[in-house]
């Protein structure tokens, strides 16, 4: 079944772009957490938090939560890099401006976005009322938080997130 249809798209799709983003994003974060754990002051927060999140793993709510996210999160993952992701980037060379522009329109949408959503949906100030704020209670249960807290959230609320993201890529 080859309509026109299907054959744009596949032209359109750059899976091997996709790839080269996944990998090139992770040897960024892998090399640029070893550079800074190379400042003393930096590895000893680093050893607190990773001996605050052992620690908080022994629970088992905290443990299941964190394992749930993690699933969820390679989930929202691979949708992005295999589904979105190659039909959005390119080989095509583009100017310093424009890259600097979307990366700026990028951060501001999202984070406009999701102050509002922070906002009226997960508190219940606002005319909305914070129709999900059972979700976002989730992430308010951790006292004396450590680094690993800020993916102790409700699966919903990594999705809303995530796909926020991802629709920021189409701003």
């Not at 993916?151 to 701003?171: K, R």
Request: proline share 5%; hydrophobic share 55%; net charge positive.
């Amino acid at each position: 079944m080859h309509t026109p249809l299907i054959a744009s798209l596949a032209a359109q799709y750059h899976w091997q772009l996709s790839l080269l983003a996944a990998v090139g994003i992770a040897a960024v974060t892998f090399v640029g957490k070893q550079v800074v754990l190379l400042v003393p002051s930096f590895r000893a927060a680093y050893q607190l938090n990773q001996a605050a999140q052992a620690e908080k793993m022994l629970k088992p709510s905290y443990a299941a939560n964190q394992k749930l996210n993690r699933k969820w999160g390679l989930i929202y993952w691979a949708v992005a890099f295999a589904v979105i992701l190659p039909f959005c980037l390119t080989l095509a060379p583009q100017p310093w401006w424009r890259i600097v522009r979307d990366i700026a329109i990028i951060l501001m949408f999202y984070d406009f976005f999701y102050y509002l959503v922070h906002r009226f949906v997960f508190h219940d100030e606002g005319f909305l009322g914070g129709p999900l704020m059972w979700v976002h209670a989730v992430h308010h249960r951790q006292h004396n938080p450590c680094r690993a807290d800020s993916s102790f959230i409700h699966p919903l609320e990594v999705a809303l997130g995530l796909g926020l993201y991802v629709a920021s890529i189409f701003v």
